[in-house]
Structures are given as C-alpha cells and as structure tokens.
C-alpha cells in the first residue's frame, strides 16, 4: 500500500476510535489523564506496527490488543489511581464486554466493532459475564475497587 494510504488509513482508524478508546482507558484506570496517557501510547505502538495491523486478520482486534495491553500495564503500575477496573472472577474479556455494553453504554454491535470480534461471540461475554455477577453487581460501580 502506498505510504500516503497507510498514512490516511492510520489518521482514520485513530479518530474513528481515540473517543472510544479514551472512555474504555479512562473507565479501567479511574483518571481521564491516565486514560490520554495509554491511549497516545497505543496510537503511538500502532503507528510503528501499521503495515503488520492492517495485514493482520482483524485491525480492530490487533489495536484492542495494543489498547488493553497498554491499559493493564498502567493499571499493575498503579498510575494515578490504584484500579485494575476489574471485577474479580471475570475474565478480560467478560470484563470487557460488561464495560463497553454496561458502563460506556455502546450497543452490542459498536462494541463488536471496536473489539475486532463477531458480534455473537460479544454477546456470549457478556451473558457469561452477568451470569457470574448478582444482580446489583449489574452497574459500573463492580467496576471500582
């Protein structure tokens, strides 16, 4: 692909998801700050390893895996405040999908999208997930520490 499509595709990818990315980072970590902080280091990874996303199976499922990669780091460094933004006894992905659906409010086919998966394997996390939580674990407060 010509440099210039790379570079156009890479500034489209980057603001069609940086808001997205921005409420998820900023959920799991407690802090808008901490949030810009591993989002502006994703874009920054992804940047150098573009041509590999783009060629990967699912672009959008390589950068989730740059953003959650980036978000669990800063999260086991206890940046700003001390959160995993994970309820214990889900997995990352259950978590996930209580987060995107739950607390950032997309529907079931954006937060597909931003994942990079098929719909239906997001809605099997997410039964999983309410499954697994009591009915007043069912907010994004199971979300806090």
Do not use: N
Not at 51 to 72: H, I, M, N, Q
Not at 81 to 87: F, I, Q, T
Not at 90 to 108: I, N, Y
């Amino acid at each position: 692909m010509p440099r210039t499509l790379t570079t156009l595709s890479f500034a489209a990818f980057c603001g069609y998801r940086r808001g997205a990315y921005l409420d998820y980072a900023t959920l799991r970590l407690g802090s808008a700050r901490a949030g810009r902080i591993v989002v502006d280091a994703t874009f920054a990874d992804l940047a150098r390893e573009w041509g590999k996303v783009l060629s990967s199976e699912s672009p959008a499922a390589a950068a989730w895996r740059f953003l959650t990669a980036r978000t669990e780091q800063a999260a086991r460094a206890g940046r700003e405040a001390e959160r995993s933004g994970r309820r214990p006894g889900l997995s990352a992905r259950h978590a996930d999908a209580v987060s995107l659906v739950h607390c950032l409010r997309l529907s079931t086919d954006e937060a597909a999208d931003l994942i990079g998966v098929p719909r239906t394997r997001l809605l099997a996390d997410l039964r999983a997930a309410e499954r697994r939580l009591t009915p007043q674990q069912h907010s994004c407060g199971i979300f806090q520490p």
